[in-house]
């Protein structure tokens, strides 16, 4: 009898702004669910060995690294694939449509700052697709805001219902250690590091005398009147609304003291959804499908120009994964038999030669998996909703030598599909433009239209900043809008009507003017 993989598999991200703590975060993450210890074990058995040396060898050979981008760990029976969110100057639109791949998300915020720009983009883009989001506000072993005060930001800023389901005591050179609000517990610091060594006082409630020992008089008062109020002005705990992304769970804690993460490991575990049905035409596929399916989230190029070759990084949507197996791609019909997939697992597994829904594979390739491809036994789904995100850099292209007109266009259109750059073409005039969600993506398009294409080109500011998918319900409404606004009317590879603006400001300005048009953010693929 196969056993049944659909209910122990967490797959999350993690959302945050740069130094909110996503990796020391993650490396405690691994750490207690035994996965680190992979990296710096040498002598692991036969066969984990040879199919870590696997993954090794492609990296090597192909100099692209890929391990960081899917971490494995295993914790009593589930398996949890954290997927990266790229940060910093990685930002890009893979860091978005990474979040399509994941049944749930970690929102980590920084105690002292709230709520960064960063997360709340990462947040509504959660949002779209309503995946659930447990919050852990980090750091409260330093000075940090009242936790009031964060609660209630994460509340109105993102219009979700909070639920604080721990409460520090006491914060920065006054911490004295976390109160699990459920099981009446409190983690206590030892040692002059003052770390979560696993000290741990079961209480009978706030009340318990044994309190008045361990904590302070002053914190203690202020923990016994914070919890109160807590308890009159917020939700109770609503598994169904949290899976429904209204509800967001609040742990506090501090990656760098340990602190937290078990709970959060447990929140996880007991809370987070297992896969859930996928989007797909011509209908939504539930993990339970006997047929593999999966779709391809993002594909990552070849760092070292000598090898075109990539890896396509599939989330497995249904059935049983087995390697060799042959899939085919949407789009292009022809089965491909996988021989050599890249399989992310954890230290206690054996070599992993199947992979269960919500694990992801990688899946060499030579440019023929684009993003959005769904792969398939049958090939008779099609996976829906995998987002194009509109741009937050705009730049025109200047082609330096004109007789490369047209190496320039296929450049351009293949880097759009493979979904690295996006690309617009005006309806007046020649200067074709390029969007990106961050910074590193230009660097990229130019190093790759130089060393694939062999095509020089610069980029210059465009006069504009961003940019929206225009539609409307009668046909004759976009025509008229399009006619009013030929100078700011382009289309992207697809030939759909995309509307340039100069500022986010002038975006709304527009919408309000034009109201049976619809201007988006977002376009499925
Ligand atoms: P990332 O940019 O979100 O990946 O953040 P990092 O994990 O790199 O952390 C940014 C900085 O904050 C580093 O100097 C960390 O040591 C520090 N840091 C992370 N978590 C904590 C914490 O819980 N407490 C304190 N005091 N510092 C932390």
Redesign the pocket.
């Known amino acids: 009898m196969p056993s049944d993989h659909t209910n122990d598999r967490r797959t999350f991200a993690i959302i945050?702004h740069?130094?909110?703590?996503?990796?020391?975060?993650t490396e405690k993450l691994l750490l207690f669910g035994g996965a680190i210890h992979l990296a710096g074990e040498v002598k692991a058995r036969g066969a984990a060995r040879r199919a870590r040396s696997d993954w090794m060898k492609i990296e090597q050979q192909r100099g692209i690294s890929v391990t960081s981008s899917v971490m494995t760990f295993e914790r009593e029976g589930i398996t949890f694939n954290l997927l990266d969110t790229p940060?910093?100057e990685d930002f890009s639109e893979d860091t978005y449509r990474t979040l399509t791949a994941v049944d749930s998300a970690v929102m980590?915020i920084d105690v002292a700052k709230g709520i960064e720009s960063q997360t709340r983009k990462l947040f509504e883009v959660c949002r779209l697709r309503n995946v659930p989001i447990i919050t852990f506000v980090?750091?409260v072993?330093?000075e940090g805001r009242e936790v009031f005060d964060i609660l209630d930001e994460v509340a109105n800023l993102l219009a979700l219902d909070v639920t604080p389901m721990t409460w520090p005591v006491g914060m920065g050179g006054r911490f004295e250690g976390i109160y699990d609000l459920a099981t009446k517990r409190l983690l206590l610091p030892e040692g002059n590091s003052r770390e979560f060594q696993g000290k741990v006082i079961q209480t009978s409630g706030l009340d318990d005398p044994q309190l008045d020992e361990i904590l302070s008089a002053d914190t203690l008062a202020k923990l016994r009147e914070d919890v109160e109020l807590a308890g009159v002005g917020y939700p109770e705990f609503d598994p169904v609304a949290y899976r429904n992304g209204d509800l967001t769970p609040v742990y506090f804690g501090?990656?760098?003291?340990e602190f937290g993460v078990d709970s959060l490991i447990e929140a996880l575990a007991s809370f987070a959804p297992p896969p859930r049905a996928q989007p797909a035409e011509p209908a939504p596929v539930e993990p339970t499908h006997d047929e593999v399916t999966g779709f391809v989230f993002k594909v990552q190029a070849n760092m070292d120009p000598n090898h075109r070759d990539r890896i396509a990084f599939m989330r497995l949507c249904s059935g049983t994964f087995k390697r060799g197996m042959k899939l085919t791609p949407s789009g292009h019909g022809k089965p491909i038999a996988i021989h050599s997939p890249i399989l992310f697992f954890a230290r206690e597994r054996e070599l992993a030669d199947e992979a269960y829904p919500g694990d992801i594979i990688g899946i060499p390739n030579h440019g023929t998996l684009r993003v959005g491809d769904t792969l398939s036994e049958r090939a008779d789904v099609r996976f829906t909703g995998l987002p194009n995100f509109a741009p937050e850099i705009l730049r025109r292209v200047q082609l330096k030598d004109p007789t490369k007109t047209k190496q320039l266009r296929k450049a351009l259109d293949d880097m759009a599909e493979e979904g690295v750059t996006q690309v617009f073409y005006p309806e007046i005039g020649s200067n074709w433009i390029i969007g990106v969600v961050g910074q590193l993506q230009l660097e990229v398009l130019l190093s790759r239209l130089d060393a694939e294409y062999k095509v020089a080109a610069g980029l210059e500011p465009a006069p504009f900043e961003t940019a929206r998918w225009v539609s409307a319900e009668n046909p004759k409404d976009l025509e008229e809008f399009i006619a009013l606004n030929r100078g700011a009317m382009a289309k992207d590879r697809d030939g759909n009507p995309v509307f340039l603006a100069k500022s986010a400001w002038e975006v709304g300005y527009i919408a309000d003017r034009y109201s049976k048009v619809k201007f988006a953010a977002t376009r499925e693929r």
């Open positions: 945050s740069p130094d909110a703590g996503k990796t020391t975060l940060g910093h980590v980090n750091k072993d330093r501090s990656a760098l003291k």
